[in-house]
C-alpha cells in the first residue's frame, strides 16, 4: 500500500487546522458490531478514519496535534496479543502501526484515558464530530472534565468544538489519482459481474440465484464486499425503490432490475441495470427504456467543469417528464403541458428520487451539494468540477393505477452509472457496463 498519500491528508488536515488557530482532532474507526450471540458483523472501518490512515483495525483511534510548536499524528490502536491472534489473526500493535502506516508515534488504545487529558490542555479548538460513537462521546466528556479539573493551577480547555468531518467532507469530495484507479477498477469488476447476471438470467430461476452470480464475479475478481445490499428486482418488485428480499421467482415477460456495486479496498461502485428475464424487451418495455435512456444521457451531457450538481437532475427530470406525457403515463389534461407537470411535481409518481449521489469510499460519499457561501435566500448547488465522482441514475417506477396505461404496470427501471468529472467533460467509469437496448440483448444472447 502507497501510504504517502495517507500521510498527505492528514498534513492537508492539520494544515486545515493550523488555519483555524491549531487544535487538537480526535478521528475514530467503526464499533465491531454483535450481529447475533457472540457473532460480529464483519467489521468495516469508518471511512473518515481509514481516508487519514488506510489502517483497518478495530478499537483504533486518530489524534491529529496542530500545535504552536508544529505538528503531530498519533495512533491509537490495539496491543499485540499472541493469544488472541491465534484465533482472530494477525494485528500490527503500536510500535509496527505508527511505522507502517507513518504516524509520529503510535500508543496502545487503553492508554488514551490518560493521554488524552495532556494533549487537550490548552488547546483553542477540538476538532471532533459529536454524535457518531457514544462510547466515545462519554470518553471525551472525562477528558474535557479532566482537563477542566485543572483549572485553578492555570490550565486551560478547549473553548470550542468544531465538526472535524466538515473539513474532511471537503477534502473528500476530490478524488486524488489513487482513488481514481481504484474506483475505476471497482466499476469494471461490478460491470462484469452485471454482464454475468444477464447472461445467467432466464425465466424460471430465482433473483437470489442472480444475486450470487454478482457475488462469485465481486469476489473471484477481488472485490472484499458488495458496497451496499445487492438489490435484484425482477417484475413489480423493481418498483420497490429499496427492494431487499431477493427472493421471488423470476417471470416470462418480467423485467429485472440489479442495482449492485463491489467495493474494492474500501472504494465503492454502484451500477444499475434493467433488462428483459427472456431476452428481449417487449415494446412497452423497450419504450420506457429508451426514454430512461434518453434522460439519463440528457443528465450525463451535463456532467462536466462549470455545470451545477442539480443541473443533470433537471435535465433527466425534463427529458421523463415529456416521455411520461408522450406515452400517457401522465395525461395531458390533468397535468398540464410540461412545465407544468415539472412544477407541480406530477413526475413524481413516476420518478421519485434523485439522479445521483457523490460516488468514493462511501457509496453515498462524503460531501456538501451546495457552495459555503449563502447567495440570496439558499447556498446555489454546488458547481461540478474534475476530480469529483458521482452517479447518474435516472428511473421510471409504474405502479398499476386507474390512469395509467395497463401496458405499463409493473415496470420498474433504472440506469446508473459511475461518473468521474474531467478538465474536459467527464469519464464513465461504467462504460463498459451493457447498456443500449441492442448491447444488453446480445450480451443475453451469448
Ligand atoms: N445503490 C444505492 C443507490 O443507488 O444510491
Ligand atoms: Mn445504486
Ligand atoms: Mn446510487
Known amino acids: 500500500m502507497n501510504i504517502e498519500s495517507f500521510i498527505s491528508r492528514r498534513n492537508k488536515l492539520l494544515a486545515l487546522m493550523q488555519e483555524q488557530g491549531g487544535g487538537v482532532a480526535v478521528i475514530p474507526t467503526a464499533r465491531e458490531m454483535t450481529r447475533n450471540s457472540d457473532n460480529h458483523f464483519p467489521f468495516r472501518h469508518d471511512s473518515y478514519f481509514y481516508y487519514l490512515s488506510g489502517f483497518s483495525e478495530p478499537e483504533a483511534v486518530i489524534v491529529l496535534i496542530a500545535g504552536r510548536s508544529g505538528n503531530r499524528s498519533i495512533l491509537f490502536c490495539r496491543e499485540k496479543n499472541l493469544e488472541r491472534e491465534i484465533w482472530d489473526g494477525y494485528r500490527f500493535g503500536p510500535e509496527a502501526a505508527s511505522e507502517q502506516f507513518g504516524f509520529d508515534a503510535a500508543h496502545a488504545c487503553d492508554a ?10 490548552d488547546v483553542n479548538t477540538l476538532f471532533y464530530s459529536t454524535g457518531a460513537d457514544n462510547n466515545l462521546d462519554a470518553q471525551m466528556q472525562n477528558w474535557l472534565q479532566a482537563v477542566r479539573s485543572k483549572s485553578r493551577s492555570g490550565v486551560t480547555a478547549p473553548e470550542k ?10 477534502m473528500r469530495v476530490f478524488k486524488d489519482d489513487r482513488e481514481i484507479t481504484l474506483l475505476q477498477h471497482a466499476a469494471i469488476i461490478s460491470g462484469a459481474a452485471h454482464a ?12 437470489y440465484e442472480l444475486e450470487a452470480e454478482l457475488l462469485h464475479e465481486f469476489r473471484r475478481r477481488g472485490s472484499q464486499a ?42 465503492a461502485s454502484d451500477i444499475t441495470r434493467t433488462f428483459p428475464a427472456n ?10 427504456y429508451e426514454l430512461v435512456l434518453a434522460g439519463q444521457q440528457a443528465a450525463l451531457d ?8 442539480m443541473d443533470g437532475h433537471n435535465a433527466a427530470v425534463r427529458v421523463l417528464t415529456q416521455g411520461m406525457l408522450d406515452t400517457g403515463l401522465l395525461s395531458k389534461d390533468k397535468v398540464g403541458n410540461v412545465d407544468d407537470a415539472i412544477a407541480s411535481g406530477a413526475f413524481r409518481q413516476f420518478y421519485m428520487h434523485g439522479t445521483g449521489h457523490w460516488l468514493g469510499l462511501d457509496v453515498h460519499d462524503a460531501g456538501s451539494y451546495r457552495e459555503a457561501e449563502k447567495n440570496g435566500d439558499e447556498k446555489p448547488w454546488r458547481k461540478l468540477e474534475a476530480g469529483m465522482v458521482l452517479t447518474i441514475e435516472p428511473g421510471i417506477y409504474v405502479r398499476p393505477a386507474q390512469d395509467v396505461p395497463e401496458e405499463y404496470w409493473n415496470i420498474g427501471i433504472r440506469i446508473e452509472d459511475d461518473v468521474l468529472i474531467t478538465a474536459d467533460g467527464h469519464l464513465n467509469l461504467s462504460r463498459d457496463t451493457p447498456k443500449t437496448v441492442a448491447d444488453i440483448e446480445a450480451e443475453m444472447q451469448q
Open 112 to 121: 488514551l484515558d490518560t493521554e488524552m487529558p495532556c494533549y487537550l490542555e
Open 161 to 170: 468544538t468544531l465538526n472535524v468531518r466538515c473539513l474532511l467532507d471537503e
Open 196 to 207: 454475468r447476471a444477464m447472461r445467467f438470467t432466464q425465466p424460471g430461476r430465482y433473483e
Open 226 to 267: 458488495p458496497a451496499y445490499s445487492s438489490i435484484v428486482a425482477a417484475g413489480a418488485n423493481a418498483c420497490v425503490l429499496h427492494y431487499q428480499a431477493n427472493n421471488a421467482q423470476i417471470k416470462d415477460g418480467d423485467l429485472v432490475l440489479i442495482d449492485a456495486g463491489c467495493e474494492l479496498d474500501s472504494y
Open 279 to 288: 431476452g428481449k424487451f417487449s415494446g412497452p418495455q423497450k419504450t420506457l
Open 302 to 309: 451535463c456532467a462536466h467543469p462549470g455545470s451545477r450538481y
